[in-house]
């Protein structure tokens, strides 16, 4: 190799290493922002105004082939413990099946409606958009159809908007079916710092792109800013956009007690697709630019990293191993070799907060985890890392060559425990 | 408090530092490595043999980068010594910092303070360009923040790197990891215990790590034929260097040491130590009684005691002695029922004055002499007589810590001045000498017989054989100051001796 050659691919490792140094650190400040010391933590908690409930509501549920699930969560969302609310089945025309569920669900109580969605093509922001016509509560919130919700759930958001003058606030979210594949673990992890911890810090700074489910926002304010965004994939994340741009107070609570349970998706190809989904609505929030109007720069460079950041993720996954490796083979001084080893040492401290991330998990929900789960959480990281690295991969090129379909994710009801399916059981499962 | 406090403390080490105590070969090999490091030689002069890790060296080259030509005039080690200052600050800062986050209230922290500063040990010490020295503060830092009284995570990860660079300061700080571990724990709280600890590992691990990734990068990890190696390095720290023995045994070089130690200051090292047991029952004293109480186990066992050891052991010392007063003077107010008023200001006079009483004579006598005596007088003379009648081309054997200096008058570095210790072929510890100078002793023109020589000779009687034969079959050319603090610039005569070089100048 020639001087200049060595020279400039010296200094291209060592700009690439401090890159990739820079993301790794950024990723696991945004992971433990919980847990940097005592008083944040108790202050991820909800923080709620005593007294009665006051509000009303009226919960959403999107529901598009979901027959084998849906019946048994609008069973549950009808015992919710709160004086005041609405459940709210969204169907397609076009889908029979579960239309049928939802009306023998609505016949047996008042509080539980069905809307039919005429629209075509079908997708969630459309889907919700049509319902928000029909809702008579102050509050609007928005569950799946395969979502098992705390029974006190309502009581408390109710509070924490009259606490907080909230204009919005998002509850937890936890997959949980954790070990139901290889890849479900990580999953559910994922989640478990997403809801935990990282939307805190940014509630903090006041830009949140918002959850897809239990979450919770006034109803005028919906109608007045035109719903949801129905050309977008990640409708959730562009609605916290927007609100998060007008400088509307957002409310972020965890309570392992009353997160919202959901499952994986069932196998490899799923993930990929719902990955790629948000990956590209990120890439299209991004690009829709909302977050501009933002008041302070920081805002807005904290926009651009958190809409980014999948990728940046992804890429660093990959680009991490490549770069050590160019290092060892290529004869580059002894200081750089040192150097494309930086961004590896958070990357593994990641993978170490995650082993103590899996203790916290199971301590929380009660689970009593096993040596073979820390040794999958350990062997999945690098085909985990490959297939993020494939939905951004994924997700770029469909955003490019204009693939905007929504790729839905199915649903088995992998999540619910043995003794809450029964009220499942009269309903087989649906082809699909 | 603190600000005036830390001002005495440097003023008293600044006072005389480069006179006394008299310059150590260790001092000289330090300061030659940073040489090395500043005029882009690699990592040290000679091959570098994974000794100690590199990073003391490396910050004092880095300090010594800082200072520029403000210490041009002085010689290379009094350069380093002026240097040593900066931690010096730093670690009194940082005992303070400890101290007041353990709860010792101000007078304590001060008393700490002081004591660690102002201990006629720690000027011997601290003014020396040691490597424990410079890892002081580090490990400092690691408690300090270990300590966090808002319990943040980032803390403990700093703490973690801040230990981590200690130990690849000087690895003997790795035997404090235990105390700094329950520092670690005892301030954590419980619920996110699980996630400081392991940001606190996983930095330090990440931090260490960078050693051993250096040596395999360079692929000298394992011990191979004709290369150094990291672990062989190891070995020879744990088990290769010569025992001096437990100070236990009265007979030892390790008593002798601590004997010495002691003849200078007995009284902190004595107080930190009686303070252990009683200290180990305060909770908040804990980690620092048990730092302290390890370093002294450690030092006991049969084995080599390193010189500045004792570095580490006094500011440790200071805090426990501290600490434990504080505690004292706690209990005594809290007291219920007693004529408080009477009995408190005449409990602590009689405390004070009866420790000032005995502390005073001996620290006062000791400080005078750190303060005014000159033991580097000779070395600078033969310094200054090499620079000005000696030919730069000849070959000179000498203790390292004329190696910088001579180098930047003209003389030929490595092969030209030649450290000593590396003509010890037994220890094979540098292959590049022996192929270079394959007639040993023979080769030199001149042997530089200082202090430091002869008491490397006298404590190593099975070793150095060629050094002792350059030594015999040598003349004295000139001899400078008396005693044993003389040095003697000595020619080297007979057959086949001497670099051949050329029409070589005679003084």
Known sequence: ?432 | MLLPLVAVVTAVHATGIARWPGFSDDEGTYVAQAWAVLHGQGLTHYTYWYDHPPLGWLQLAGLRGLAGPVLDDLSAVAAGRVLMLVPLVASCTLLWLWARRLGLRVPAAALAVALFGLSPLSVAFLRGVYLDTLALPWMLGAFVLAATPKRRLWSYAGSGACFGVAVLTKETMLLLLPALLLQVWQTCDRRTRAFCVTAFGSVLSAVGLAYPLYAALKGELLPGRDHVSLLAGVVFQLSGRAATGSPLDPSSASAALVDSWLAIDPWLLAVGVLSVPTALLVRRLRPVTLALLVLVVVGLRPGYLPQPYVVALLCLCALVAAGLADTAVGAVRSAPGQPRRLVRPVVALLVVGGLGAALAPDWASGLRTATTVDANEAGRQATAFLAERVDPRARVLVDDSYYADLVEVGFQPQFGVVWFYKLDQEAGLDPSVAERLPGGWREFDYIVSSPVLRSALEQQPDSLEEVRRALSSSTPLQIFGTGDGRVEIRRIVGEGTGSGVPNLAAP
């Open chain 1, 1 to 432: 190799m020639s001087d200049v050659g060595g020279a400039v691919l010296a200094v291209v490792l060592a700009a690439v290493s401090l890159g990739l140094f820079a993301v790794a650190v950024s990723t696991m400040w945004w992971m433990l922002h919980a847990w940097r010391d005592p008083e944040t933590l108790v202050e991820t908690g909800f923080v709620q105004e005593p007294g009665e409930p006051q509000l009303s509501f009226s919960l959403l549920v999107p529901a598009r082939h979901e027959e084998a699930v849906l019946e048994q969560t609008l069973e549950q969302l009808r015992r919710l413990d709160h004086p005041s609310y609405e459940v709210l089945a969204i169907v397609g025309h076009d889908d029979q099946g579960t239309a049928d569920v939802a009306r023998r669900v609505a016949a047996r109580d008042g509080k539980v409606r069905v809307v039919v969605d005429h629209n075509w093509p079908k997708n969630k922001p459309l889907a919700l958009n049509t319902a928000l016509a029909h809702c008579r509560g102050e509050i609007t919130g928005v569950f799946d159809a395969e979502d098992e919700v705390a029974p006190r759930l309502l009581r408390v958001v109710d509070g924490v908007f009259r606490a907080e003058q909230a204009d919005v606030v998002q509850g937890g979210v936890q997959l949980v079916n954790f070990r139901s594949s290889w890849f479900s673990l990580r999953n559910c992890l994922e989640y478990f710092f997403y809801f935990r911890s990282r939307l805190h810090l940014q509630e903090r700074h006041g830009f949140i792109p918002l959850g897809g489910n239990t979450v919770f926002i006034r109803t005028a304010l919906l109608r007045q800013v035109g719903g949801w965004d129905p050309t977008c994939l990640a409708e959730d994340c562009e609605i916290g956009v927007r609100l998060s741009t007008m400088g509307r107070r957002i409310a972020v609570c965890y309570d392992a007690h009353l997160v919202t349970r959901e499952e994986t998706p069932d196998t490899v190809g799923a993930l990929l697709k719902q990955r790629t989904r948000w990956n590209q609505g990120f890439l299209q929030v991004l690009r829709k630019g909302d977050w501009r109007q933002l008041p302070t720069r920081r805002q807005r460079w904290l926009a651009r990293y958190t809409l980014c950041q999948p990728f940046l993720q992804a890429f660093a996954g990959i680009a991490i191993p490549i770069s050590v490796a160019t290092a060892l083979f290529a004869d580059v001084p002894i200081g750089i070799a040192m150097l494309t080893f930086l961004p590896a040492l958070p990357t593994v401290a990641m993978v170490v907060f995650e082993l103590v991330g899996l203790r916290e998990f199971c301590r929380v929900y009660y689970l009593r985890p096993q040596f073979s789960d820390y040794a999958k959480l350990v062997l999945g990281t690098p085909p985990y890392q490959i297939l993020l690295a494939a939905a951004a991969l994924r997700a770029v090129w469909r955003e490019a060559r204009g693939h905007r379909g929504w790729e839905k994710t199915s649903h088995a009801g992998l999540h619910r425990t043995a003794a809450s399916s029964t009220v499942a059981a009269g309903t087989g499962p649906a082809p699909r």
